[in-house]
C-alpha cells in the first residue's frame, strides 16, 4: 500500500512539471502583445508574410479576390482606405476582429483559428499607429 502511495505522489508531481512546463513553452512560442510592444513591427517584412502565405492565395484576399486586397503592392492601402484599421482604438480594428474571430466570419475561412502570435503581431502594428513600414 505504501508503494502505491509513492508512485502515486511521483506521478502527480512528474505530471505537474511537464504541466508547467508546457504552459512555460507555449507563451514562448505565442508571445503576448505586451511583449511585442517592445519591438517595432514592420508592415513589410513582418505583416506581408503573413499575408502571402494565409491571406492572398487564389481564392481569397488576392488580386480580384474578395476585399480587402492583401497582395504585397496593394495591402497597406486596401487595409486603410476600406476601414480595416483603427489606430484609435487597435482591438476594434476590423482586420483583428475577424483575426480573432470575433467578427464572422472569421479568418481564416478554413475553421482553423490563428496562432495568437500572428493575431498578436496584428495588433502591435496597428497599436504602434499601422505604419506602412
Not at 22 to 44: H, M, Q, R, W
Not at 65 to 76: M, S
Not at 103 to 109: A, D, N, S, Y
Request: charged share 15%.
Amino acid at each position: 500500500m505504501r508503494n502505491n502511495k509513492k508512485a502515486l505522489t511521483y506521478t502527480l508531481v512528474v505530471m505537474s512539471i511537464l504541466i508547467i512546463a508546457g504552459c512555460y513553452k507555449a507563451d514562448t512560442l505565442y508571445p503576448n502583445t505586451d511583449s511585442l510592444l517592445n519591438k517595432e513591427v514592420s508592415f513589410i517584412n513582418n505583416i506581408i508574410p503573413v499575408f502571402n502565405q494565409k491571406c492572398s492565395i487564389t481564392g481569397c484576399h488576392g488580386s480580384g479576390g474578395h476585399v480587402p486586397d492583401l497582395t504585397a503592392a496593394k495591402a497597406y492601402n486596401s487595409l486603410m482606405n476600406g476601414g480595416f484599421i483603427n489606430v484609435a482604438d487597435p482591438k476594434n480594428s476590423k482586420l483583428y476582429l475577424r483575426l480573432t474571430g470575433k467578427i464572422t466570419p472569421g479568418m481564416p475561412l478554413s475553421g482553423t483559428s490563428n496562432p495568437s502570435n500572428i493575431n498578436a503581431l496584428v495588433l502591435t502594428w496597428i497599436t504602434q499607429k499601422a505604419k506602412n513600414n
